[in-house]
């Protein structure tokens, strides 16, 4: 069965480098998500994408990040200089119409030293 | 109370028994689903119901929605020590966000 993919499961990074968080969707989708959750805590929005540009962000999705499909099959989160706050599961997520189920990745834990 | 909260926030029942969980809602929806997460874990979807559904049974699981009282229901027939995870109900609203709730913790006691 198709799935999502996520690399790293694991990256640590000092506070202020920039990372780049990788997806691979399932190669049929249209609209692509990204969702952080801090330990403990729910799963928030941070942003959507379809057609190549993003439709729809979160308050969290601020200037630091960014988000590009650069290649029709890598889907990208990047966080320019990242605050210990940043830590956090991210998952991404993809579905081939707008009103079917969200499949989503393992998830990337970054953690901000 | 925020979109997407679920109730209980935890829950232990024994192994057999039925597990309801509770999930409301404030603005209007598009559909609801339900996600299980294990502990430390990515998000495994149960069940999509939309917003002209009332029902929808997977195996063990029924969830119900309720749209007049914005509310939904998931239920666990015949609990097993494996179904010990934590349970979220996401909404989608009219545009292209979708929420989650705070989710319950549900433990499986043998």
């Known amino acids: 069965e198709p799935e999502v993919t996520q690399t790293p499961s694991h990256q640590v990074t000092q506070m202020g480098q920039e990372v780049i968080l990788r997806c691979v969707p399932i190669?049929?989708?249209?609209?692509f998500y990204w969702y952080r959750q801090i330990l403990g805590q729910k799963v928030e929005f941070l942003v959507s994408f379809y057609n190549n540009e993003i439709s729809e962000k979160s308050e969290i999705f601020d200037d630091q990040f960014s988000v590009e499909r650069p290649d029709g099959s890598n889907f990208t989160l990047k966080i320019r200089s990242t605050k210990l706050e940043d830590s956090a599961m991210y998952f991404c997520?993809?579905?081939?119409?707008?009103?079917?189920?969200?499949?989503f990745g393992p998830g990337t834990r970054l953690t901000v030293l | 109370s925020q979109q997407g909260e679920e109730d209980p926030q935890a829950l232990s029942i024994q192994e057999g028994e039925n597990a309801t969980m509770n999930c409301s809602y404030k603005?209007?929806?598009?559909?609801l689903q339900w996600y299980r997460q294990n502990s430390g874990r990515g998000l495994v979807h149960l069940i999509l119901i939309r917003s002209n559904e009332r029902e929808k049974h997977s195996g063990r699981l029924r969830v119900t929605l309720d749209t007049s009282k914005k509310s939904s229901s998931l239920l666990i027939t015949a609990s097993r020590a494996a179904d010990t995870a934590s349970y979220f109900c996401a909404t989608r609203i009219m545009d292209d966000k979708i929420i989650f709730g705070k989710g319950t913790r549900l433990h499986i006691l043998p």
């Open positions: 190669s049929n989708h249209l609209y």
């Open positions: 997520a993809s579905l081939p119409d707008r009103g079917d189920t969200q499949y």
């Open positions: 603005t209007s929806i598009n559909n």
